[in-house]
């Protein structure tokens, strides 16, 4: 068999293992949004976070969250973990004593963070409580990086923290670069920086049409800008280098298992939910939040019983939703593409690659 055909092969099999999924879902991450207070204040923050954003529930409200999630999901799978989000989750009140509940508890956890307040002290005490895995935002050199997310030295103190957890010998730590059309051109030069740094991870993502950078057009990757992303993180990845792109958007069969280690699968409702500060349950945090894309809330029913009954939405196909995504040779692949980049309005997709990268 040739290259192609083995791929196609094996988006036929993803194809049809999203279907099972769709109807027997498994659920492996809960992302949990403890705040949406942050220390800075990030041009293309998806959720609009600042310093004069809410915090989350209290600490008895998570705790019962958790307990919940280690009984009905994680005594069933052992995949299934916490992420807690924000905001910066450091910066909720009670977030020590919530990791520590946790880890007592036995219910494996991870964070994405600025690693801004990442401090040798904390860093010990994230490794202490049982830290599986981190994502630290690392969105350019430190001027770029500083001017994008408002807070001088942003930069020194990420990196700072990053080492600091290094230094540690923890073994799971991402970092994830969101990619515009500026930063594009710092790429080998935060490569050669981050290359002196053992960690396991460079996830590179484009800026999407979400939260504030959806008023940010000219940020935006254009269809050159993509095609050069795709090129490098290849090119990188032939090296046996660990950069890889994110999860969004089917790619073509020519990008498809080249710049990441597995085929474009939108896992959204189907293996991840999140839970927003207000008790609001969706599927990705990226998603716009609506009465469409909203399942219910925990104070008013379980977790649990959202999960398992609730959903319709993220497991069916977008591409059911729109003739034109309905009709493309590639929909049994890509089922409409990203659920957080859909426009749940005008019953579309905002990204699409096709026509700039296949």
């Given amino acids: 068999m040739t290259k192609t055909e083995i791929k196609l092969k094996n988006l036929d099999t993803v194809a049809e293992y999203q279907k099972r999924l769709c109807k027997k879902p498994e659920l492996r991450q809960i992302l949990v949004e403890l705040t949406l207070k942050c220390n800075e204040h990030c041009f293309h923050c998806g959720s609009s976070c600042s310093a004069e954003q809410p915090h989350g529930l209290p600490l008895e409200e998570y705790k019962r969250l958790v307990d919940e999630i280690k009984d009905n999901f994680c005594a069933k799978d052992k995949r299934t973990i916490i992420a807690l989000t924000g905001g910066e989750p450091m910066l909720y009140p009670d977030f020590f004593p919530l990791i520590e509940y946790m880890h007592k508890q036995g219910v494996p956890w991870g964070m994405t963070s600025n690693a801004t307040l990442i401090t040798k002290e904390n860093a010990k005490r994230l490794k202490e409580c049982g830290l599986k895995s981190i994502s630290i935002s690392i969105d350019g050199l430190p001027k770029t990086h500083d001017q994008y997310r408002g807070l001088k030295n942003g930069f020194e103190l990420a990196l700072q923290g990053l080492k600091n957890l290094v230094e540690l010998d923890f073994c799971n730590t991402m970092v994830t670069t969101v990619v515009n059309h500026e930063n594009i051109n710092e790429l080998d030069r935060l490569f050669e920086l981050f290359d002196t740094i053992d960690f396991n991870e460079w996830r590179l993502t484009g800026l999407e049409p979400i939260g504030r950078a959806e008023l940010m057009p000219k940020m935006h990757l254009t269809p050159e800008d993509n095609r050069r992303l795709m090129a490098y993180i290849k090119e990188k990845r032939q090296a046996g280098l660990p950069v890889t792109y994110s999860c969004c958007h089917f790619l073509g069969v020519e990008n498809e298992a080249e710049v990441r280690d597995w085929y474009f699968l939108c896992n959204a409702g189907i293996t991840v939910a999140s839970v927003l500060v207000n008790g609001d349950v969706t599927a990705c945090l990226d998603i716009p939040h609506n009465e469409k894309t909203v399942q219910g809330n925990i104070h008013e029913t379980s977790f649990t019983e959202i999960w398992n009954n609730r959903f319709e939405i993220f497991r069916r196909p977008l591409s059911e939703r729109n003739a034109t ?34």
């Fill in 325 to 358: 995504c309905a009709a493309c040779p590639e929909a049994k692949w890509c089922r409409g593409g990203a659920y957080h980049s859909w426009d749940y309005e005008k019953e579309q997709q905002k990204v699409c690659m096709k026509g700039i990268l296949f």
